[in-house]
Structure formats: structure tokens, C-alpha cells
């Protein structure tokens, strides 16, 4: 298919990478950017930074896949998301929504979700990292 | 990077969507004590509350259940959105009385939650829908289940769209009251009730009607059902005394007819004795495939397939119909397909057959004799 529409985009952080249009859209933020948008050679910037921006084109191509099966979309987002550090994992998270895309948005949520199911305060804030600064009189709410 | 708290940092609108998935709503509270800035999130997330205390009839542990339901409820009163909220308990003895009063207060008049359901698997004695909550603009389902129903004013469930009530006793002034208060209403259910013959629905909205289990008082008395707007009908378990026909059901689209044979229950030491209430539920059975003739979708339960088999044999034809799609609830036995068979021909129109092999309950061959 040599007549797919290309669209550039720029990162954050300088980063400027080409995609298909159809792909692109798959974020209703660069939709709706381009839509007013004449077709030339500036690219587009978007606020998220390369290395994430790797991660989310290799799950939409994933993702945009023809003749792929529930099962093997399932085994492939198992494994993207495992090999994700909290770090990488809120970045994505972050930058989802800001790309609004729903279906990768609700996905990384969950895995934010699972780390915190069952678990009690003081597991989270071990997960997390969080610094527990309440005393117990500010509890009393 | 050890150290950085990422999650606290998200922004609220994700924190709080995130939190709003947690399956138990406690742990959406318990976030408040994380830390300082969690204190108040917890406030934002929309939750549903569910309190069942269905496994034990004990009412020591009962009302032990009841007292920590209401110290968790203190909290949630500060909650900005309480989606559901949904009492289960076993029985229902007037012991409870203030705590359930105060559950349906909590839901209606403090909460103003969208969806309320409060359940007794029996009752000991009778709980009557306290008359403040006929009067509510929040709810959109409501979900009642061995409650007796007696607005002495009017209703006004202004904004209901789906509600379901059961095991009770009806009144044809009730459920007109009822129906009269909700003008936005698309879905009933009315399950295990008696003391209504005839249930005119008359609101453009209402589409769906679901009955299960009505339980005629009288022989000579039916359920007829009055409903020129619905487009689906659901008759489940033992509905042999509810009548419909082409006249006054008109827009029916789905016809859903999951029934089961009338209970009787056999003298064990007469081996002649025959169910004495057989023929007339056949007769009636005809009757009612004859009043969905019309129907475009249809799905009929083994119950309904062993009929259309007698009724085969009696020399009954099934009038022609134009219906698109059928579906067969019943694991098929040789026995069935002559019935079957004559009903298919009957439905020349068809595009869409299934068959549910999923029940496999071998069927009691009584009629056989």
C-alpha cells in the first residue's frame, strides 16, 4: 500500500519520527490536531518524550495488526506491560491520556490497578515509594 | 530511580479514575491515610457499595453486620458520588426495622445514589418501602426483593429507568401508582408476586418486560397483559396463567419464553396419579405460541419444546409466522423433533436458527403415560 498517509511528528525532546496517518489517529489528540492542520512539512509536535513514544508505537502496531487473535493480543500485552518499570509505566500513563487514546489508556490504568488491589497503606506506599507524612492527629478527618 | 513517589504525582482526573476501578470500596478510603495529599481523594472517587449478609440467619451476627454497615456508611456520607449502593440480607425480621429505614434514608435522601437495591432472601415479617422514598430524582434502577410496596400518596421516581420488584404481593392500584410515577421507565421486572390480573403499560418508553414466576391465586383467573408499546417480552419460570396475544402486545419484536412446567407434586404412593393441572398448561401453551406468532425473534425453553411435541401429536398446527430468528434452549431429544419439526414449517421466514445444547438435564418422561 504506497499510498498511506504519512504524518511527522516531533517529540518533546527534539525527536522527530514519521507515521502512518491511520496509526497516528489511533490518538484522538493528533487527530484532532491535524484536522485543521494544511499538509506540509512541519511536524507535529506532541508532548511526550521518544522513549515513550517508542513504547506506544510499538503497541499500536501491535494493535493495528490484521488477522490478529484475542489470545495473542492478550500474550502480547501481558509481556509489554511485564517488561515495563514503574517509572516507564507512569510515563506511559501520563502520556496516554494526554495522547487520548482510550483502549491503551483503560490498559495501563489496570496495571496501576493491579499494584494496588488487596494491597494495604503501608504495602502501597512500599510499592510507591510514598512518604508517609500523616500524624495521627491528621487522621482524625 | 529509587525513591521518587510517581503515583501521588499523577494527575487527580487519572488518580481518581484508577481508583474508581478497585473492586472493594474500603481500600478506595483507606488511601486517605497514604498520605497528607491523599487525605481528601478518596472523596472524589465515584464507588459502589455492596453489603450482603446473605449466608446466616443468626441475628446476633446480623445485627453485628448491620452496626459495622452503619460505621462505614458515617464515612461514606462524605463521599461526593456513590454510584450503587446494594443491601443483601437473609431474612428480614422487624428487629431490623431502624437500620433498614435508615439504609433506604442513606440511599435516597443523604446519598442520592443511581442505583439502589435491597434484598431479603425471606422474611420472618414484612418490611414495608418507607413512604419518603417514593418521592426521588436520583435514582435510575432500584432493585427490591420481599419488600411490600404501599405508596399512600403518589410516586415520583422521576428519573427510573429500570426497576425490578419481587416476591410480594400486588395490587393493580400499586403498580398503576408506580407506573404512573415513572415516565422514564424502559425496563420492569416483576418476579414471585401475585394479586394482579391485569398489567396495562401504557408509557411509550417502557420496552422490556420481564415476568417470572406469577403465582395465580384463582382457576379461573389470569394475568393479562396490556402493553401496545412493548417490544420485549420475557415470560421466565412459571408463567402458565400469564396472558398475552397479538392485539395487545402489537409491537413486540422479542419474545423470550423461558418456561418451566408447573410445579405438582406426585403422591408418592399413588403410581396411577397424573398431574390434574397438565392439560390446561398445554392448553395455555398453545394459546401463548399462538400470541407470539407475530414475533419476529423468539426463544423457547426445553419446557416449551416438550409442548410443541404434545401439542404435535394432539393434532395442533402452529399458525404460520414470520419470524427471523429462533432459538432453542434444550438439549434436543428424538421425541422433540416432530414438534420442532412442524413448527419449523411453520416459519418460513426464517433466517436465524440456534440451538443451545447447554441444558442437559434429563427431562421426566411423566406425559408419557
Same mark, same amino acid.
Given at each position: 500500500m504506497s499510498s498511506e498517509k504519512l504524518l511527522t511528528l516531533k517529540t518533546r525532546d527534539g525527536e522527530e519520527f514519521v507515521l502512518e496517518e491511520a496509526m497516528a489517529f489511533r490518538s484522538l489528540t493528533i487527530k484532532n490536531a491535524t484536522s485543521n492542520y494544511t499538509i506540509n512539512n512541519t511536524p507535529l509536535p506532541i508532548n511526550v518524550e521518544i522513549n515513550t513514544m517508542i513504547k506506544v508505537i510499538e503497541y499500536w502496531k501491535k494493535h493495528s495488526e490484521r488477522g490478529i487473535s484475542e489470545d495473542e493480543l492478550m500474550n502480547f500485552d501481558k509481556k509489554f506491560f511485564k517488561l515495563l518499570h514503574n517509572s516507564e509505566l507512569f510515563d506511559l500513563v501520563v502520556a496516554v491520556d494526554y495522547l487520548a487514546d482510550k483502549g491503551l489508556s483503560n490498559a495501563a490504568c489496570e496495571q496501576v490497578l493491579d499494584k494496588i488491589t488487596g494491597k494495604t497503606p503501608q504495602e502501597i506506599r512500599d510499592i510507591f515509594n !510514598?512518604? @508517609? /507524612?500523616?500524624t495521627p492527629t491528621s487522621l482524625g478527618g | 530511580m529509587a525513591g521518587v513517589d510517581r503515583l501521588s504525582d499523577l494527575p487527580e482526573p487519572i488518580l481518581i479514575h484508577i481508583l474508581s476501578m478497585l473492586p472493594h470500596a474500603k481500600q478506595v478510603v483507606q488511601t #486517605? !491515610? %497514604?498520605s497528607k495529599q491523599w487525605r481528601f481523594l478518596w472523596k472524589s472517587v465515584p464507588v459502589s457499595l455492596d453489603f450482603e449478609f446473605s449466608d446466616s440467619d443468626n441475628v446476633k451476627d446480623t445485627l453485628d453486620f448491620m452496626a459495622s454497615t452503619n460505621r462505614e456508611l458515617n464515612y461514606w456520607r462524605y463521599c461526593d458520588k456513590i454510584r450503587k449502593f446494594r443491601v443483601c440480607l437473609f431474612n428480614y425480621r422487624n428487629h431490623y426495622v431502624k437500620d433498614v429505614d435508615l439504609w433506604i434514608h442513606f440511599a435516597t435522601k443523604l446519598a442520592n445514589v443511581e442505583s439502589f437495591a435491597i434484598e431479603f432472601q425471606c422474611v420472618d415479617d414484612t418490611y414495608e418501602f418507607p413512604q419518603f422514598a417514593f418521592r426521588n430524582a436520583s435514582l435510575r434502577n432500584l432493585v427490591l426483593r420481599h419488600l411490600e410496596l404501599n405508596p399512600s400518596g403518589s410516586v415520583n421516581w422521576s428519573s427510573l429507568v429500570s426497576l425490578s420488584i419481587g416476591h410480594l404481593n400486588l395490587t393493580e392500584s400499586v403498580i398503576e401508582k408506580v407506573l404512573s410515577g #415513572? &415516565? @422514564? %421507565? +424502559?425496563r420492569l421486572k416483576l418476579h414471585h408476586f401475585w394479586g394482579i390480573y391485569r398489567l396495562e403499560i401504557s408509557s411509550t418508553k417502557l420496552r422490556k418486560l420481564i415476568i417470572k414466576d406469577y403465582y395465580n391465586l384463582y382457576d379461573d383467573l389470569w394475568l393479562e397483559i396490556l402493553a401496545p408499546f412493548i417490544q420485549t417480552l420475557e415470560l421466565l419460570g412459571q408463567c402458565s396463567d400469564v396472558r398475552v396475544s397479538r392485539k395487545t =402486545? &402489537? $409491537? %413486540? =419484536?422479542t419474545a423470550v419464553l423461558h418456561l418451566d412446567r408447573l410445579n405438582f407434586y406426585f403422591? +408418592? +404412593? /399413588? /403410581? /396411577? +396419579? =397424573?398431574?390434574?393441572?397438565l392439560e390446561k398448561q398445554y392448553s395455555n401453551m398453545k394459546e401463548l405460541l399462538h400470541s407470539v406468532a407475530h414475533v419476529e425473534n423468539l426463544q423457547l425453553s426445553s419446557w416449551c419444546i416438550e409442548c410443541l411435541s404434545i401439542l404435535e401429536l394432539k393434532g395442533w398446527q402452529p399458525p404460520p409466522s414470520s419470524r427471523k430468528f429462533l432459538k432453542l434452549n434444550a438439549a434436543l431429544e428424538q421425541l422433540d423433533f416432530p414438534g420442532i419439526c412442524s413448527f419449523l414449517q411453520s416459519? $418460513? $421466514? %426464517?433466517?436465524t436458527l440456534v440451538i443451545d445444547w447447554n441444558d442437559h438435564k434429563p427431562r421426566e418422561n411423566n406425559w408419557l403415560m
Open positions: !510514598i512518604n @508517609n /507524612d500523616c | #486517605c !491515610i %497514604l #415513572c &415516565p @422514564n %421507565l +424502559e =402486545v &402489537p $409491537s %413486540l =419484536v403422591d +408418592e +404412593e /399413588d /403410581d /396411577d +396419579e =397424573v398431574d390434574p393441572t416459519s $418460513s $421466514s %426464517l433466517k
